[in-house]
């Protein structure tokens, strides 16, 4: 929904230096391994240690990565390819799930029951796209959702970064409703498959 309408702006913006990047030599698939790496080591240091703030700045730098990666395979002359679809899909699931699992992590080391509400939260994020995948294994379309994955990032990663600044239930707050969103998401793609 969300990606849908921002993706053509973004792109604009960042083709020069996609392009840039791409002249000096620069992979499609580095980018994404690059910008993986970081999303995880800092979701899996910063998160934990309760330093939501700072982790989320950094996240969200390297989450540019994923747009990059993108435009630049689409500028390069080989173009997309099916093992960089596949890299990308599931770096995706890698990066989303290390988000959450740091946030259970620190909540888990202070006995917060909010914790269940973050591994629901994860298991319906995976679930979205692993429905879509099997339905679209059967040739049938199986896209959109009320929370696809921009959607569900951009939920996540304001409620993690707001608690970091002190924003009272916020993290509870956006939690939940990833919870709530994520299984709304799965039940309007399972209703679309008709075997």
């Not at 099916?82 to 890698?94: H, V």
């Not at 006995?111 to 269940?116: C, F, V």
Request: hydrophobic share 50%.
């Amino acid at each position: 929904m969300l990606s849908a309408r921002l993706k053509p702006a973004v792109t604009r913006i960042i083709t020069p230096v996609a392009a840039f990047a791409l002249r000096r030599g620069v992979t499609p698939n580095a980018v994404t391994w690059v910008g993986a790496i970081g999303v995880v080591i800092c979701a899996l240091y910063f998160y934990p240690r309760g330093d939501f703030f700072i982790g989320t700045l950094a996240i969200c730098l390297l989450a540019l990565s994923d747009l990059f990666d993108g435009t630049m395979a689409r500028l390069s002359n080989k173009g997309s390819s099916q093992w960089g679809g596949f890299l990308d899909s599931t770096i995706d699931r890698i990066t989303d799930s290390a988000i959450l699992l740091g946030v259970s992590i620190y909540l888990i080391n202070r006995e917060d029951q909010l914790a269940y509400v973050v591994l629901a939260t994860l298991i319906t994020g995976l679930l979205v796209p692993y429905v879509r995948a099997k339905a679209e294994s059967f040739g049938i379309a199986c896209s959109g959702g009320v929370a696809e994955r921009t959607e569900r990032l951009i939920i996540s990663l304001t409620a993690i970064g707001f608690n970091g600044l002190g924003v009272p239930y916020i993290l509870a707050i956006g939690m939940w409703l990833l919870a709530i969103l994520g299984l709304f998401t799965v039940i309007q793609r399972l209703s679309l498959i008709h075997i």
